[in-house]
Every structure is written in structure tokens, then in C-alpha cells.
T-cell receptor, first 111, second 115 residues
Framework: GENVEQHPSTLSVQEGDSAVIKCTYS??????FPWYKQELGKGPQLIID?????GEKKDQRIAVTLNKTAKHFSLHITETQPEDSAVYFC??????????FGAGTTVTVRA | NAGVTQTPKFQVLKTGQSMTLLCAQDMNHEYMYWYRQDPGMGLRLIHY???????AKGEVPDGYNVSRLKKQNFLLGLESAAPSQTSVYFCASSDIAGGRVETQYFGPGTRLLVL
């Protein structure tokens, strides 16, 4: 099955700086890569996703890049704000209805 | 439109007790999932369903059973709870359009403590 590894497990950044989280996957058939944000005491919420037919996608301060050859994808958050503090999960799917999740990255934005 | 809701929010059980967690979605999604979340391990799939009346095993199915009698509901049962089942349980639902996996929407979670 699919194996998704996520790094780093914790990330502390100064407000206004950028944050980057990287994930690698094992199944070359994977073609859908969502990112979820989980705030304390809540369920994960989709923040951005990318499919295998594009290399980059951007939504305001958030961007995701995908390198299918190397089987890795990354989340980039620019101009970080205190409300960006949360746990972020990457995931991968090969179109069989199931997502395989990374272990999560706890992001802390210091004021 | 409530999205995905879960009942109960919190539960404390003694070892050997049974209980059922209820998940409901009002988005008419075909697919529903149960995950457990443990520290440092992300979300692991317990069971899932690709339509009313269907269920399938996920990554960590042992000790759990599920049923999908109605399209909008997905029940997770623990027949004989064990301390190892202490976790946060999330339900999710999604749809597929044109053969493509669509977004999974998650509920708020059920926090279960087994003593």
C-alpha cells in the first residue's frame, strides 16, 4: 500500500516568515495530493489539493508543489500569521477512494 | 447544511464494554470513512464504505465493526473495548466525480477513553 512520510514533525517560525512542509510517497500510481489543517479540538479541514497533471497550485498565501518523478510534494505558507498555527497533514491517493496520511507537522507561528 | 456530524463528542468506557459511534452526513456523498488519530501517527483508516449497504476494511480494522444501512449514516462499533482503542475517532465523507477522488470532509471527532 501507499506510504506517506512527512517532515518536519514540528516547525516554529517567526510571524511573517515562510513555512515549508515536505512529503514523500511510495506509490507511483498516486494522483491526488490534498493538504489538511487541523486546529486544536477540531477535525481536519482541506486547505489545498493538487492533482498529478499539474506541478504547482496557489491559493493566496498557500501553495503546493508536486514532483512526480521524485515522488514528493510540498506545502508552502508565506507571510505566516498566528492563525496559521495548527497541525498540517499531507495525504496521497491513487484513485481507490482511500487517502494515506502523513504523520503531521505541528506549526507554531511566534508573534 | 451541517456537513459531517459525529455522536457522541466524548466517551469513557471500561475495558470490555461495547459502544457505537454514529456518523451522519447531509451532502449525499457515496463514500464514508472511519479513522483513528493517535499522537505522532497521523490518521489511520479503520473501515470505509463505497455506498449504502457496503463496507470494507482499512488499515487497522481489528476490534471494530461497521454498518452502512442508510446512505447518510455510518456506524462504528466496538464490541469489547480495550485500552489500546483509546483514541480520537474521525468520520469523513467524500464523493467521486468522473472517476476522480474528491475532497474528504471530516467531522469534529469523538474522543474515546477506555479504562
Amino acid at each position: 500500500g501507499e506510504n506517506v512520510e512527512q517532515h518536519p514533525s514540528t516547525l516554529s517560525v517567526q510571524e511573517g516568515d515562510s513555512a515549508v512542509i515536505k512529503c514523500t510517497y511510495s506509490d507511483s500510481a498516486s494522483n491526488y495530493f490534498p493538504w489538511y489543517k487541523q486546529e486544536l479540538g477540531k477535525g481536519p479541514q482541506l486547505i489545498i489539493d493538487i492533482r498529478s497533471n499539474v506541478g504547482e497550485k496557489k491559493d493566496q498565501r498557500i501553495a503546493v508543489t508536486l514532483n512526480k518523478t521524485a515522488k514528493h510534494f510540498s506545502l508552502h505558507i508565506t507571510e505566516t500569521q498566528p492563525e496559521d498555527s495548527a497541525v498540517y497533514f499531507c495525504a496521497a491517493s491513487s484513485n481507490d477512494y482511500k487517502l494515506s496520511f502523513g504523520a503531521g507537522t505541528t506549526v507554531t507561528v511566534r508573534a | 447544511n451541517a456537513g459531517v456530524t459525529q455522536t457522541p463528542k466524548f466517551q469513557v468506557l471500561k475495558t470490555g464494554q461495547s459502544m457505537t459511534l454514529l456518523c451522519a452526513q447531509d451532502m449525499n456523498h457515496e463514500y464514508m470513512y472511519w479513522y483513528r488519530q493517535d499522537p505522532g501517527m497521523g490518521l489511520r483508516l479503520i473501515h470505509y464504505s463505497v455506498g449504502e449497504g457496503t463496507t470494507a476494511k482499512g488499515e487497522v480494522p481489528d476490534g471494530y465493526n461497521v454498518s452502512r444501512l442508510k446512505k447518510q449514516n455510518f456506524l462504528l462499533g466496538l464490541e469489547s473495548a480495550a485500552p489500546s482503542q483509546t483514541s480520537v475517532y474521525f468520520c469523513a465523507s467524500s464523493d467521486i466525480a468522473g472517476g476522480r477522488v474528491e475532497t474528504q470532509y471530516f467531522g469534529p471527532g469523538t474522543r474515546l477513553l477506555v479504562l
